[in-house]
Nanobody
Framework: QVQLVESGGGLVQAGGSLELSCAAS????????VGWFRQAPGKEREFVAA???????YYADSAKGRFTISRDNAKSTVCLQMNNLKPEDTAVYYC?????????????WGQGTQVTVSS
């Protein structure tokens, strides 16, 4: 059973930065991808960014140019650096184990970390 734990969320002013981390345990293979999704109140969960086991990265249009996803295989950690944050980035951010840009491509999910961006 893969377990994922997110950290790094918090309250930040518009234009500020946060770095989210996703720590994984229980994996039996190094060939995994990780995605970040977010869910704002009253809205559906949406794709933010993903990184494949080979290191290829994918971003939602809303994240391009502002967010960077990276991974440290030695630490089984994937980070999401978020710069120039906007109030519309406010959401609970989840990391998940899988591939692609669609929710059903991911099997294991973390509990989420709250990101709040004030205007």
């Amino acid at each position: 059973q893969v377990q994922l734990v997110e950290s790094g969320g918090g309250l930040v002013q518009a234009g500020g930065s946060l770095e989210l981390s996703c720590a994984a345990s229980g994996r039996t293979s190094r060939s995994y991808g990780v995605g970040w999704f977010r869910q704002a109140p009253g809205k559906e969960r949406e794709f933010v960014a993903a990184i494949s086991w080979g290191g290829s990265t994918y971003y939602a249009d809303s994240a391009k140019g502002r967010f960077t996803i990276s991974r440290d295989n030695a630490k089984s950690t994937v980070c999401l650096q978020m710069n120039n944050l906007k109030p519309e980035d406010t959401a609970v951010y989840y990391c998940a184990d899988g591939a692609g840009t669609l929710i059903w491509g991911y099997r294991y999910w973390g509990q989420g970390t709250q990101v709040t961006v004030s205007s």
